[in-house]
């Protein structure tokens, strides 16, 4: 198996711009610009906040689906949250991995799951890369620079007496 990072992918200066796509029954897409030297995690974190939900679970990025799910297994390509402790296999974790690090010119298109529980899905494309513009700052990335479709709220409320979802749009943009 090659390996899946190198610091010699990309120039960590350079801006990357992914369009990320939730799987679920409504279009919501989100555009995130990140810089290079930022790292996996960081994008996580963007992701979540993006959809205006709390960041309280673990996630992980994955090369490759198979069937429409994930191959759970780090010898698929896969790489976790930092705190992802009970795992019996070594892992990489997201806040080791610089963006500039992964070939997205090999790979344009990786996939991550937000709480295994509730199997929150997303795909994330490489749409784009750049130079930082003078005026730009490190610390104005991550950022959400366009948005589609409204996210549906993290934990909406069931009705005790149907089962069914109640509020499930609370947390939808305008």
């Known amino acids: 198996m090659e390996p899946l990072f190198s610091k010699f992918n990309n120039p960590v200066e350079n801006i990357f711009a992914f369009k990320v796509t939730y799987q679920w029954e409504r279009l919501v897409t989100r555009t995130i610009e990140i ?38 297994d780090p010898r698929h390509y896969c790489w976790f949250a930092p705190y992802w402790e009970d795992e019996p296999h070594p892992l990489i974790h997201t806040d080791q991995v610089k963006i500039s690090f992964f070939d997205f010119e090999k790979h344009p298109k990786i996939h991550m799951t937000f709480d295994y529980g509730d199997d929150h899905n997303f795909d994330i494309e490489m749409v784009g890369k750049r130079s930082m513009a003078g005026h730009e700052k490190s610390t104005m990335f991550p950022r959400v620079i366009k948005h589609l479709g409204r996210a549906r709220a993290q934990y909406p409320n069931i009705d005790e007496n149907t089962g069914e979802y109640k509020n499930i749009y609370k947390n939808w943009f305008d």
């Open 35 to 72: 810089n290079g030297n930022q790292n996996f995690n960081q994008l996580a974190k963007m992701i979540v906040k993006s959809m205006r939900w709390q960041n309280d679970h673990m996630h992980g990025f994955y090369l490759d689906k198979l069937d429409g799910k994930h191959l759970f």
